[in-house]
């Protein structure tokens, strides 16, 4: 007989933040969502048959969303969760924060982006930096005025 999958695993609860758009009235807001984390155990049960043990040999942590449903923090209208990923496998959250981090975590110190004003001037004789080129009759795309 067949296990449980249940029996494979170890559950425990967890929240993620994750950023939506209400279907009404377009606002974006960043929510809360509840996911169940399933850790896979360290061996099988005693009781698992060859084919169980065949499973579980393919199983792999992962995520399950519990919550299907948020309520708009603007206009207070339930709408589903539009995405399809109700299930996520640990290994491709590798670097994403979880609310329990971003608590925990100071802020990471902003680099430093802006250039000399001597690089940005057109012109200058500075070795190694070319000068800017700039085509006759370029225009950028509409999307980027």
């Given at each position: 007989m067949a296990?449980?999958?249940?029996?494979?695993?170890?559950?425990?609860?967890?929240?993620?933040?994750?950023?939506?758009?209400?279907?009404?009235?377009?606002?974006v807001n960043d929510y809360q969502l509840r996911w169940m984390r399933r850790t896979k155990k360290d061996r099988p049960p005693a009781n698992a048959d060859p084919t169980d043990k065949a499973k579980f040999a393919k199983l792999r942590d992962h995520l399950i969303r519990v919550d299907d449903e948020l309520t708009c923090k603007t206009c207070g209208k339930r709408f589903e969760i539009p995405s399809m990923?109700?299930?996520?496998?640990?290994?491709q959250l590798d670097g994403l924060p979880r609310v329990d981090d971003e608590e925990d975590a100071a802020p990471a110190p902003r680099a430093n982006t802006a250039q000399a004003p001597s690089a940005s001037a057109p012109g200058g004789n500075t070795p190694g930096t070319p000068a800017p080129r700039q085509r006759k009759g370029y225009a950028p795309p509409k999307a980027w005025r």
């Open positions: 296990l449980d999958e249940r029996a494979f695993f170890t559950e425990r609860p967890e929240q993620r933040n994750g950023r939506y758009t209400c279907p009404r009235c377009r606002r990923h109700s299930l996520v496998f640990v290994d």
